[in-house]
């Protein structure tokens, strides 16, 4: 496979402040006040990942509508997930099931998986789906995004749309590890840290697959998720300032 060299620059993000504390959600923070590499930054209170919603308490749920205002949830789960563990609802939130794996399962590896869900039967339509909701959602609300974890679908979901922002492979590398800082900081597993490095690896391939066969990953969801230039266009408005 061919190899790219990493980028020149490495935007220094790693932080606490886009964390979201909450009680019975894992691994929640907002993709915001990041700049782009053609200065334009993204939106505060527009954009939150996290882990699955079914653990969330009462004050949790407060939390999400009333400061973060999300309107909008996005269940990246397979649906027997969905059916098993059940989001707790946020008041006034829409909520939409767009699977990205047929079903739960134990890969072979982190690759495996990954390639699943970037390249598997489901991956075109919901994708398509999954950036429509996005273009749409209107500016007075948020929008979030999950899996299980916070790190397999979701995190292929957001390397995605920075892309499609203007954000460089390295800058979305740097970005999916704020994962593992944050799961880690929660965890006594010793080798939870192990688990993140593989799976961030899974991430690098992954993308890095798109760029050998597509030549960058903007032209992978151009010609393999085949999102029109007008979603582009939104996205871009609606999530860059």
Same mark, same amino acid.
């Given at each position: 496979?061919k190899?790219? &060299?990493?980028?020149?620059?490495?935007?220094?993000l790693?932080?606490?402040?886009?964390?979201?504390? +909450?009680?019975?959600?894992?691994?929640?923070? !907002?993709l915001?006040?990041?700049?782009?590499?053609?200065?334009k930054? +993204?939106?505060?209170?527009? %954009?939150?990942?996290?882990?699955? =919603?079914?653990?969330?308490?009462?004050?949790? +749920?407060k939390?999400?509508?009333?400061?973060?205002h999300?309107?909008?949830?996005?269940?990246?789960?397979?649906?027997?997930?969905?059916t098993?563990?059940?989001?707790e &609802?946020?008041?006034?939130?829409?909520?939409?099931?767009?699977? +990205?794996?047929?079903?739960?399962? =134990?890969?072979?590896?982190?690759?495996?998986?990954?390639?699943?869900?970037?390249?598997? !039967?489901?991956? &075109?339509? @919901?994708?398509?789906?999954?950036? !429509?909701?996005?273009?749409?959602?209107?500016?007075?609300?948020?929008?979030?995004?999950?899996?299980? @974890?916070? %790190?397999?679908?979701?995190?292929?979901? @957001?390397?995605?749309?920075? @892309?499609?922002?203007?954000?460089?492979y390295?800058? %979305?590398?740097?970005?999916?590890? =704020?994962?593992?800082?944050?799961?880690?900081?929660?965890?006594?597993?010793?080798?939870?840290?192990?688990?993140?490095?593989i799976?961030?690896?899974?991430?690098?391939?992954? =993308?890095?697959r798109?760029?050998?066969e597509?030549?960058s990953?903007? !032209?992978?969801?151009? &010609?393999?998720?085949? %999102?029109?230039k007008?979603?582009?266009?939104?996205?871009?408005?609606?999530?860059?300032?």
């Amino acid at each position: 496979m061919k190899q790219f &060299k990493k980028e020149p620059e490495r935007m220094s993000l790693i932080n606490n402040e886009h964390r979201i504390y +909450l009680d019975g959600v894992t691994n929640a923070r !907002e993709l915001a006040g990041y700049m782009n590499q053609k200065g334009k930054k +993204l939106q505060n209170g527009r %954009i939150i990942r996290s882990g699955e =919603l079914c653990s969330a308490t009462p004050d949790d +749920l407060k939390k999400l509508a009333e400061i973060y205002h999300v309107g909008t949830v996005i269940d990246l789960r397979p649906k027997e997930m969905v059916t098993n563990r059940p989001d707790e &609802k946020i008041p006034g939130a829409r909520y939409i099931n767009i699977p +990205l794996l047929r079903s739960w399962y =134990l890969a072979e590896s982190a690759a495996s998986m990954y390639s699943e869900i970037m390249f598997g !039967e489901l991956a &075109k339509k @919901s994708f398509s789906l999954f950036f !429509e909701i996005l273009s749409s959602a209107d500016d007075k609300h948020s929008v979030l995004f999950h899996d299980t @974890s916070g %790190i397999n679908e979701t995190g292929i979901a @957001s390397a995605l749309l920075l @892309s499609l922002l203007g954000f460089s492979y390295d800058f %979305i590398i740097e970005e999916y590890t =704020l994962s593992g800082k944050t799961v880690i900081s929660d965890s006594t597993d010793l080798t939870t840290e192990r688990r993140l490095s593989i799976h961030t690896y899974a991430l690098e391939y992954v =993308l890095s697959r798109a760029r050998v066969e597509y030549g960058s990953v903007n !032209e992978y969801i151009n &010609k393999q998720i085949r %999102i029109s230039k007008d979603t582009v266009s939104k996205l871009i408005h609606s999530y860059m300032a």
